[in-house]
């Protein structure tokens, strides 16, 4: 299609480009998740990186790759991380915040945020073939049981189960409508190193989200009751299907077991990933949140490294200074650069039909990305 110019229709101003001042926005050598494609990740074509925006989301000091915050933090074998206050979003220490990783189960938390705001939590659900031949962890749902999505979250946050993820996403009208939905969600919140692949958190092509996301999704998941009630339980009673009884489900996170507290937080692993974390905890009326990415259990298991954090934190005075917050929604975008008289030129364009609906544009490339989708194992 040839788009002609006519001299004719209304003016249009165009402002010649302005030199863009060069500033640090995101960990500049981490752009894309470290490491090779693995296969799951080769399976479409190559996404583009997601975009630096034109500032660093949460404060300019969100930008380092380097290690901000008072002296003093525990040794972490994560290669990012991020000290958050729960309520106030105050950025006490972080470190690479905005590198970006795969995130492993620890995408779970979106998922579960994106279903809690859509979906009557007494919906009942009937259990697939197709949910419980998923790889990775499992819950324990199978065809023909009957589920409410308030027990199909459970699944998801206390065991992680990637079944219990793909019987939400079915219901959210499959997967690729589901994971746009997620995309939406996570910008609107102004989580813009993140981009699901997969409902579960396993590994696909463009796969990415950042500490500093983590820790602001997380923070606005704990905002939704249900959420925030669901994270925070040690067991729930879990319907059976066919011959199979119901059972105790239990809830995976040593955190909560182990660390007094605790009240919520998800953890993830793929080999692709490493292991993942983000977790809150209360002590002396004070909530803080942690997020931890691509870290390692030895020499010190990521739920007592987790720990360490939070301790450290706890002991950090009240009047600590933030070095960053954590938004409360995406940053207004910048506004246009302004006309130079001297230097415009001034063009006519004759209007056409747009070449293609925006959401089919959305849908192809969902589409696209979820064709290539392959499962790798996590837990």
Known sequence: MTVLLALACPAVTVAKPQPVASVTVGCASQQVP?????????????????????????????????????????DLTAASWVLADLDTGAVLAARAPHARHRPASTLKVLTALTAVR??????????????????????????????TVRQLLAGLLLNSGNDTAEALARTMGGDGPTIA???VTAHELGAL????????????PGMASSAYDLALIFRA?????????????????????????????????????HYEG???????????????????????????????????QSPTPMWRQGARLLDWGFDLPATTPAVGELVDA??????????DPATSQTLALKPVPPLLPVGLGVLAVTGMVIGGIALRRRH
């Open 34 to 74: 470290p490491g090779p494609p693995v296969e799951e990740e080769k399976a479409a074509p190559a996404s583009a990186p997601l975009p630096w925006p034109p500032e660093p989301v949460g404060g300019p000091q969100m930008g380092t790759c380097d290690r901000i915050g008072p002296d003093g933090a525990p």
């Open 118 to 147: 859509e979906l009557n939590p007494d919906r009942v659900v009937q259990g697939t073939a197709e949910d419980q031949a998923i790889d990775g962890s499992k819950a324990g749902i199978g065809p023909g049981g009957q589920y």
């Open 181 to 183: 939905k997620m995309t």
């Open 193 to 204: 190193d993140t981009r699901p692949a997969t409902p579960s958190g396993l590994d696909g």
């Open 221 to 257: 998941a704990m905002r939704e009751p249900l959420f925030a009630e669901t994270t925070g339980l040690h067991s729930i009673p879990f319907p059976g299907y066919g011959d199979h009884p119901g059972f105790v489900l239990y809830n995976s996170s040593k955190l909560l077991a």
């Open 262 to 296: 605790t009240i919520g937080g998800k953890t993830g692993f793929t080999e692709a990933a490493r292991h993942t974390l983000v977790a809150a905890a209360e002590r002396g009326g004070r909530r803080l949140v942690v997020a931890l990415m691509r870290g390692e």
């Open 330 to 339: 995406a940053p207004a975008p910048p506004p246009p650069p302004v006309a």
